[in-house]
């Protein structure tokens, strides 16, 4: 039956169960702390005398040791409870690794005969006994927390038969008038925010409309896949399942829950100390403004956010009120008549990009990432996404006060296609890339540019 017949094939708004995974994460940690720690306090009472180690110092090595190990091979993550299996064996390795370290180090430290070899033995065994039993508890637990499912799901239907499958929600994409139009950045963003919340797609749509779905999916940070009715392919990545029927993996969030944790806690870790450090620089910035020209102190224009979902972008005026483009079709020039003379230090000093820090504090960017465009930005004469498509995909990340082509020079006005070309390749090598380390490198190498000869 063709799923344009069904106008209550609508989703529903949901909950994200991100930060439900987070926590759960959270709470298997402590858990395998508990089960490590009370292992060794148990064994140091059958261990006979020990010179140094007692059961707290022993509990305490077996501890860093297991969690360097365990963080190293992405032991908390989504595997726990969708191949608990999986997890459990590369739980007890690290353990076993910990174990091992354990008698390296106190045998090339000459402290192996400080400690109880029964109390380090049964400590052991106890640990992976507490570890193992712990783990199969727990998973169970958390499933019926989780209503069963580790991630919500959405069923997409683009004008295809769609046969019924084991997932809740299902979105009518042709009675919603919703199409993966890439020339459209207001359809996009009208589906990024039917998306949002989900964690997994499914789509069945024609064979033809497949590849800008999968430039969509990218781009929307999600976990995406086509239902298999043959033998053409968009791209594909993997091969999934869903009940008894085939899917096409097409696209995955480019960074797991873990990831995008550690770096909301790095961007608020900066941003609430950088706003209080400043308000008293940002009160006479917006002073100075208010006096230089008339008009408000904050210019406020949208831009192309998260999973191409729109958002409004703060910065502090540079521009004469009534010369203000906020479609961003005209890129400022060195000469440019429109920037008022405060505005011309403030973008020279970049400190006109201050009020982002807002805009990370609310979520809708962070300190690192892909720099947000305006809608009609142009490279030449083209608009961006119509010199490559893949423009898209820059947006499965938040966007960034800077980032990777910032630092490495793409910066200024687009004065070329090449202009953005470069850019873009930044950004999606950032994408691929990513890592925690290499956003703190962007954010010390940004400190360096803040003053650059393409600033005006």
């Not at 997890?87 to 005969?113: I, P």
């Not at 042709?174 to 963003?189: G, N, Q, V």
């Not at 930044?426 to 890339?433: H, P, V, W």
Request: charged fraction near 20%; proline fraction near 4%.
């Amino acid at each position: 039956m063709d799923a344009s017949t069904h106008g209550e094939f609508i989703a529903p708004r949901v909950r994200s169960k991100r930060l439900q995974r987070i926590q759960l994460y959270l709470e298997l940690l402590a858990l395998d702390c508990v089960a490590i720690v009370s292992a060794f306090l148990i064994s140091s009472g059958v261990g006979g005398d020990t010179n140094v180690f007692d059961g707290w110092q022993l509990a305490l090595m077996a501890l860093i040791g297991y969690l360097g190990f365990a963080l190293a091979a992405d032991v908390y993550s989504a595997t726990n409870f969708t191949d608990p299996r999986a997890s459990l064996r590369r739980s007890v390795s690290a353990l076993l690794y910990a174990l091992v370290a354990m008698v390296f180090f106190t045998y090339v430290a000459h402290a192996s005969q400080q400690i109880s070899r029964l109390a380090f033995g049964f400590g052991a065994v106890l640990a992976l006994a507490f570890l193992v039993t712990g783990r199969a508890l727990f998973v169970r637990v958390a499933l019926r927390r989780l209503e069963g499912s580790l991630l919500n799901e959405l069923v997409i239907c683009d004008g295809m038969e769609t046969p019924p499958l084991p997932i809740p929600h299902r979105l009518n994409a042709r009675a919603l008038r919703l199409s993966p139009d890439l020339d459209d950045p207001e359809m996009l963003d009208r589906i990024g925010r039917h998306l949002r919340g989900f964690d997994r797609v499914v789509v069945s749509c024609p064979p033809e409309r497949r590849d800008a779905w999968t430039l969509l999916l990218r781009g929307a940070n999600i976990d995406g896949e086509f239902l298999l009715s043959d033998r053409m392919v968009a791209d594909v990545m993997a091969l999934g399942r869903v009940g008894s029927y085939a899917t096409h993996i097409v696209s995955r969030g480019p960074l797991s829950t873990s990831n995008r944790a550690a770096k909301r806690c790095l961007d608020l870790a900066i941003t609430v100390p950088a706003i209080l450090l400043l308000t008293p620089l940002l009160l006479i910035v917006a002073l100075a403004v208010k006096l230089d020209s008339p008009g408000p102190v904050f210019f406020n224009q949208l831009r192309v956010g998260r999973g191409n979902q729109l958002f409004r972008i703060y910065k502090f005026r540079t521009m004469r009120t009534e010369q203000s483009d906020h479609s961003g079709t005209r890129s400022a020039s060195r000469d440019d008549d429109r920037i008022t003379r405060v505005g011309r230090f403030l973008r020279r000093t970049s400190i006109d990009e201050l009020p982002q820090l807002f805009n990370v504090l609310e979520g809708d960017m962070s300190l690192v990432g892909p720099r947000p465009h305006a809608l009609g930005s142009l490279a030449g004469d083209k608009l961006f996404w119509q010199i490559d498509q893949r423009y898209w995909l820059r947006h499965a990340l938040k966007p960034g006060i800077t980032g990777l082509a910032q630092v490495r020079g793409f910066r200024g006005a687009t004065e070329s296609e090449a202009d953005l070309e470069d850019r873009l390749a930044a950004d999606l090598e950032y994408l691929q890339d990513w890592s925690i380390w290499r956003e703190i490198s962007i954010l010390v190498s940004t400190a360096m540019v803040v003053v650059h000869r393409k600033a005006f």
